[in-house]
């Protein structure tokens, strides 16, 4: 409409300039203004709709298998935050721009090439004929820079990861004196990640500039097509009578026939990138299958294979009372054992039965603190446990006089640092959430370590008791442990 | 228009490529509104030839346009091709270099007074909020050459008269204006808002992932999942608002567009085919301003991301390590009690006494608590530098780098070969276990020592002490997770490391067996708080 009526308006002036001509010319081009307008705006609000619903989807989808996946299968930690944020991002972006850019792109120019083909049937030709390597050169361009955005995919998430690592462990980096060397090291992984996404850009817009040219060339073919045409010129018979009015028309609307396919160009990258994304999400690893529940534990020549071990085999059965002690020398293996009878790593071999997720309670050697307080820390296997439950757990692990040390007590805030508890505070905070968690089987990992004699004896008391009411596992090495267990798996 | 800077002084390689692709953006944005006048001039002077008669068709120059056509069309994809490269590897470059710079200033930041971030904080200023100051660059060079496309395009409209002229500058002033003024204020608060949640989200995630073993058996993943989709949420509202600027801003592009063609059609007082010229350029020159329009947008975003990184960037800029001549081994200082160099100490203690404060605080990763002193000045007193040259730890969790068994221990000191790696992990009693592995030295241990179990990273970490060989060693629970037979050949060979070198050694430890190490013991509750 609004190449209707620039070329209206033309002609009237042309003709002579009769003003109802200009002025009705002028009206359709601010009227066909409008309407694109309204149509553009409203398209980018849907398409940012389409791509939030898209995101929110895979974030629920995602999430879970990012943080519940327990083995050598699952992602860093920088790694993990790439995925759950930027690589999700990434199919956002996708979803929000290129996918409505398609859409256009496939109806718009056909749409084009109709409308022109009404005022000039070559014109429309030339359009359509120039699609043919225009297409070609996108699917060319396309294969290899999908190849080179995988790639930057994973520099990406490698980046991420490294920056984490190494910032986590500044304290000893700087302790040692090697701040300069693992700078160095950064700083050229920075580098390689830049250098990487240049070469993906540089596939990006190579396919663009591709579908620009064709786009330049056949403005320019159609151009001097109608002015030849208006010349009489033409080196072949003329195959239709164009007025000036429709060769201005069909020269307004060239290059609209292009203008889709330019805007799926500019967002080639982002369908690149969120392709990238997509396929780096699915080969996260699925939660492990859990093995068969049972009402006690039950090993049958268990093998657990990781890179560079193998445990096993194991057999043994306990049932709903007593205490079994994993002992063996350091690096045997105790702690990968025990996640395999939480059914968090899957056997390569044997049989394994276990109970249900629900009734397993896990203290392990770096408990997790939650930035949170410290009861809802505590709490966390069991969020409805009352006041006098959770008293008795930190009084069991002897965490009490802590507790009254801190001006806030239970509601004292864990931050990032773990609000300054030593090594064997933490473990007690994860045995005293176990014990809260009242589940009737109870891992232990190493559950004596950190601490004094007089607290270590205290601990091996409460486990023995609880052993009473329910199926306790536990791997160590303390022999006082070892001497008060029901039986003992030595790996 | 652009009144932010980018944080630091940019290269000159990036200088350069910036100045490139301004150049390669005018070329573009000129070749482009001269394609689409010159086509529309061509076309209406043809039509005026060929309604003429022979005589006005032999007399107009046709060959001179065309290849003009066809060349400004070429020109202009080449051009549009190398601006977008050139700005963005000048981004890309500008980035890197500001990431390392940063992660130097904040790796040679004294430990003690760093920054309070945790590590997912961290990285989450040096790789997304660095991320988003690269729309700065990228459209650096596009802004000048947009000013320089659209005064071209007010010049080709000039032909068609004052009037229309006049008006294209007044459409294009408000266009400038509005965009200059609105989007940045209105987005202001949603990015402010962005930038945070998504920063939240990135700490949560690296924070939740360390947990996953109790995240499994409790069953927390949708708890953590629901509490990490409400960040979610809170990003996605932002970034919703900033949509919407972003759409709006377009719409203003295409209305101002709309009125400068009008306009031009309205106002020219010239031949036909200058005003076909006139109407088309005006209209590629608002097209031009379409840069600004998008920088503009995400101005906001840019400084929220220029404002967090602050904290780092006032970190000073790291000094030329001076090699220092390596300085005699110094007498460590408990309250009162003075100890000279080669002494043996044990820290004695219930749990939670603060052995493991007063050792860190005597590896210098944190400020003492504790009247401790080093060489006779206050620990606190003396710059971490000068401690760590003393000193060598062991830490309690054993903090290793993701990497080979052979990084790690290079973290020591430069220059460590492979037998004297073999000979510290064999005090440590690790290396029969590192023999095994196929890949020896060289096996990759992912994150936190990754195959490596509990008491085996504890070893690596105490086999890299050792090569630090600095006059004293800091041991802090060695033992834990050890079984005893191990436990008693890593005290053995420990001591007759000591002897051979004359170390000192400071020592914590609930198991009897490393605390014969030490000669001399030190109640923690009895040395004096700083």
Known sequence: MFAWGVATALEARLAGGTTSGLATGSALVVLGGLLRLASQYSAQVLGFDKGRALA?????????????????????????????????????????????????????????????????????????????????????????????????????????????????????????????????????????????????????????????????????????????????????????????????????????????????????????????????????????????????????????????????????????????????????????????????????????????????????????????????????????????????????????????????????????????????????????????????????????????????????????NEAKRRAVIVATHDERLAAVADRIIAL | MIALRFPLPLPPRVRGRITIAFFAALAAGVGGLALLGVSGWFLTGAALAGASGTAAVAAFNYLLPSAAIRGLAVVRTAARYGERLWSHEAALHALAGLRSTLFARLAHADGRSAPDLSSGDASARLIGDIAALEDLVVRRPGIPAAVGTALVGLVAVMLAGWLAALLLAAVLALLLVALALLPPRLSAAP???????????????????????????????????????????????????????????????????????????????????????????????????????????????????????????????????????????QPLGFGAACFPPGSRIALTGPSGSGKTQVIEALAGLRAPFHALAMGGTPLAERPASLIREQVALAPQEPMLIAGTIADNLRLARPGIDAAAMELALRTAQLWPRIERMPQRLDTVLGEDGGVLSGGERKRLSIARALLAERPWLLLDEPSEGLDAATEAALVAALEVWLDARGMGLVIASHHPPPLRLASQHIAVAVVPRA
């Not at chain 1, 239709?240 to 889709?260: C, G, K, Q, S, T």
């Open chain 2, 191 to 329: 990015a402010a808002d962005a930038a945070a949640a998504v920063s939240r989200l990135r700490r949560m995630l690296v924070d939740y992932a360390a947990a996953r073993s109790e995240i499994i058996t409790y069953g927390l993943a949708d708890r953590v999942t629901m509490l990490l989709a409400a960040e979610a949420d809170q990003l996605d509202k932002a970034q919703r608002q900033l949509a919407r600027i972003e759409a709006a801003s377009s719409g203003l592009l295409i209305l101002g567009s709309t009125f400068a063609a009008a306009a031009a059609l309205l106002a020219s007082t010239a031949a036909p085919p200058i005003t076909a010229l006139a109407v088309l350029a005006a209209t590629a020159s608002i097209e031009a301003v379409a840069a600004i329009a998008r920088s503009s947008a995400r101005e906001a975003a840019v400084a929220e991301g220029t404002a967090r990184l602050q904290v780092l960037l006032t970190l000073p800029a790291p000094h030329a390590a001076t090699a220092l001549p390596a300085m005699a081994p």
């Open chain 1, 56 to 464: 929110r989807a895979r974030r629920a989808a995602v999430f879970p298998r990012l943080l519940a996946i327990a083995g050598p299968g699952a992602p860093a930690l920088g790694a993990t935050a790439t995925f759950g944020i930027d690589h999700i991002a990434a199919e956002q972006a996708r979803a929000a721009r290129f996918d409505p850019v398609r859409q256009s792109a496939t109806l718009a120019p056909l749409l084009v090439v109709v409308v022109v083909a009404f005022q000039s049937r070559v014109a429309a030709l030339i359009l359509f004929a120039t699609l043919i390597p225009f297409v070609i050169g996108m699917i060319l361009a396309g294969g290899a820079a999908r190849q080179a955005a995988d790639r930057q995919m994973a520099a990406i998430a490698a980046l991420s990861a490294l920056y984490v690592d190494r910032i986590r462990h500044l304290p000893i980096i700087r302790h040692f004196g090697a701040e300069e060397r693992i700078a160095r090291q950064a700083g050229g992984a920075a580098q390689d990640v830049a250098e990487r996404t240049i070469a993906v850009l540089r596939a990006a817009f190579l396919s663009s500039a591709v579908l620009e040219f064709f786009a330049a060339l056949s403005v320019a073919l159609v151009a001097v097509y109608c002015g030849f045409s208006l010349l009489g010129l033409l080196p072949f018979p003329a195959p239709e009578h164009l007025d000036y009015r429709a060769a201005f028309f069909v020269l307004v609307m060239a290059p609209e026939f292009y203008l889709p396919m330019r805007r799926l160009a500019a967002a080639y990258h982002e369908k690149q990138l969120g392709e990238a994304a997509e396929k780096a999400l699915a080969e996260v690893p699925e939660l492990v299958a859990r093995p068969c529940a049972s009402e006690g534990v039950a090993l049958r020549d268990v093998v657990v294979v990781w890179p560079g071990h193998r445990i096993g085999p194991i057999s043994f059965e306990l049932g709903r009372v007593g205490l079994v002690c994993i002992t063996g020398p350091t690096g045997s293996g105790k702690t990968s054992l025990l996640a395999a009878i939480a059914g968090q790593v899957a056997p390569s071999e044997g049989t394994l039965e276990t109970l249900p997720p629900g009734a397993i309670a896990w203290a392990g050697q770096v408990p997790l603190l939650l930035p949170t307080t410290l009861a809802e820390n505590l709490r966390l296997g069991r969020p409805d446990a009352d006041c006098a439950s959770v008293a008795k757990a930190v009084g069991a692990v002897g965490l009490d006089a802590l507790v009254a040390s801190r001006t806030d007590g239970l509601a004292t805030v864990i931050d990032h640092h773990g609000a300054w508890l030593s090594g064997g505070e933490r473990r007690r905070v994860g045995l005293a959430r176990a014990l809260i968690a009242d589940r009737a089987l109870l891992l232990a990992d190493e559950p004596t370590a950190d601490l004094d004699a007089p607290s270590a004896e205290r601990i091996v008391a409460l486990l023995a």
